[in-house]
């Protein structure tokens, strides 16, 4: 794109949309709209519980995941691994992402943790609640909630979430296995075992128990069990932890006369209230292309014919492995930690700080999403992906395009741009019409602009918006109500666009100190770069 018509037709149109209030609703309403009508509304008819017919259980069993597209055999099936090796970085040819910093992976994969909950050992079954509820931080039930809650009634201690503080005064979960102990504080039985960590003995522990890679001393006891998957997803999970506990104490000292109970749920509603909106209005104004900044407003919904109870799709479960944004190494204040130590382990975070952290993975470039670009510790996960989409018999790639209202590839050139990728895909494929779904979604080349291929980001916006702002506390009955969230958290919502807002209110920093920079966008990135 010409620098002539970025700097004086694109960036300018963009700024005057965003400068004028009712233009700039209006056109972030239209876009959200358009976003979420380019295919069919849920109820979905297909889920994962039947393959080839349509069925009750298949209409109301939500352990379950939905599917957009009935079940299909795909014509050919390659081996996986052959597969796999479209994902497959070559060594020191590590493509960078001029746009996003890696604060955007460490956001993105706290937020799916949330709601993407495949079984490892069922991948047709779920244990998502489908919505977007900050379950990693509170729990996925009522018992588990119960478990990370403080439970207190006296001054100072009401609605609060289990914490500790370190000797530098930094606020952190309690950790699940206290003083590195080999087993689990019983307080935290009902939580679930983490992910990616090989099940505790039941009763003495073996020699060989826990392996050399996991910091059991480090381990928080948190509601989500793959938030200590890596240090940047403990990081998140810490800011909206110290976020509650400090909301807590603003409401009980406005509202002395509140039980635990009350603190708790209208703390627990406040936050889960901006943690989506800093969905909408930092994480998808990032992915988008577009020169305007989309605006959370709730009303959007209120009369969409979109605005439908969420259900998780199995193809939205398996478009969300952005592995290929993961670098080979994590830029840590300490030092770089290779990409495949940086998991099971928070001494990075617990020895830096939280702003440390935050600023660590806003000051390191992503890796640029799409094919032949996944490191090395990642590429097992890529084959479990085109094994988890055969195995719920997703259909072809170009089918999925057509659902979507998007032209189906007719060459592989329509898919890539890259010899080398062409060359494989015709290889393992023979016609455009034979690719699968998972590795035609990232072999395509990204769109000008955004962080995403054409079709993996129509996909991620239908289901973004329609199940971000779907949630029931953005109902016109419930919105509206100050007993919701008080005023202070009508407010609060309102003056909340970015992860670093909440980061100012959660760390100390001395008189005149600058707020680091806390962002998935880089520093100098303007729209036409590209």
């Known amino acids: 794109m010409s620098n002539w018509f970025k700097d004086i037709v694109l960036n300018p149109v963009g700024d005057l949309i965003d400068g004028f209030g009712w233009l700039h609703g209006k056109a972030s309403a239209l876009a959200i709209n358009a976003a979420c009508g380019t295919t069919r509304n849920r109820p979905h008819p297909w889920s994962t519980v039947q393959d080839d017919y349509i069925s ?10 939905a599917r957009h597209l009935p079940a299909a055999d795909t014509p050919i099936q390659p081996d996986v691994h052959a597969v796999s090796a479209l994902f497959a970085r070559p060594a020191g040819k590590q493509r960078l992402s001029t746009k996003s910093t890696c604060l955007l992976p460490a956001f993105a994969q706290y937020l799916t943790d949330g709601f993407i909950r495949t079984i490892p050992y069922n991948l047709r079954k779920t244990t998502t609640n489908h919505d977007i509820d900050l379950c990693q931080l509170y729990g996925r039930t009522r018992k588990q909630t119960l478990a990370l809650r403080l439970k207190a009634e006296d001054p100072g201690r009401r609605g609060r979430l289990k914490s500790e503080l370190d000797e530098k005064g930094e606020e952190y979960p309690l950790r699940l296995y206290p003083n590195g102990a080999r087993t689990a504080d019983p307080q935290f039985e009902d939580l679930d075992t983490p992910l990616f960590m090989p099940r505790q003995p039941e009763r003495t522990p073996t020699e060989d128990w826990p392996p050399p890679h996991v910091k059991l001393g480090t381990i928080f006891a948190v509601g989500g069990d793959r938030v200590n998957s890596t240090p940047f997803t403990a990081m998140m999970n810490t800011l909206f932890l110290r976020e509650h506990n400090r909301l807590a104490g603003v409401l009980e000292r406005e509202n002395p006369g509140w039980d635990d109970e009350r603190v708790f749920q209208i703390a627990r509603n406040i936050n889960i209230a901006q943690f989506i909106k800093i969905v909408v209005e930092q994480y998808i104004n990032h992915i988008t292309p577009l020169p305007f900044s989309l605006t959370f407003d709730p009303e ?9 109870p969420n259900w998780i799709t199995v193809e939205f479960s398996l478009l969300y492995r952005w592995h290929s944004l993961m670098p080979d190494a994590i830029r840590w204040p300490t030092g770089d930690v290779p990409l495949g130590q940086f998991g099971l382990d928070n001494t990075p975070l617990l020895g830096v700080g939280l702003e440390a952290a935050f600023a660590a993975a806003a000051a390191q470039p992503a ?3 799409g ?3 996944t490191a090395e510790p990642l590429m097992q996960v890529e084959w479990l992906a085109v094994d988890q989409a055969r195995k719920n018999r997703l259909d072809t790639y170009n089918n999925y395009r057509r659902a979507f209202g998007l032209d189906p590839a007719e060459r592989f050139e329509d898919i890539s741009g890259s010899p080398a990728v ?4 015709e290889r393992l494929y023979q016609h455009p019409e034979n690719v699968e779904f998972y590795p035609g979604l990232f072999c395509e080349d990204r769109v000008t602009d955004a962080v995403l291929p054409q079709l993996l980001m129509t996909m991620v916006a239908v289901d973004a918006f329609s199940q971000a702002l779907t949630n029931p506390l953005f109902s016109e009955h419930v919105w509206k109500e100050d007993t919701t969230f008080t005023k202070y958290g009508r407010d609060l919502v309102r003056e909340t666009h970015k992860l670093g807002d909440i980061l100012a209110r959660n760390v100390e920093r001395q008189a005149g100190q600058p707020a680091a920079f806390i962002e998935m966008t880089q520093k100098n990135w303007r729209y036409g770069d590209g």
């Open 422 to 425: 062409q060359g494989m895909l």
């Open 300 to 308: 959007v919904v209120w009369t969409a014919n979109w605005n439908r």
């Open 367 to 369: 890796g640029e999403l």
């Open 371 to 373: 094919a032949l670009n």
């Open 56 to 65: 009750w259980d298949g209409l109301t069993d939500r352990t379950y995941l």
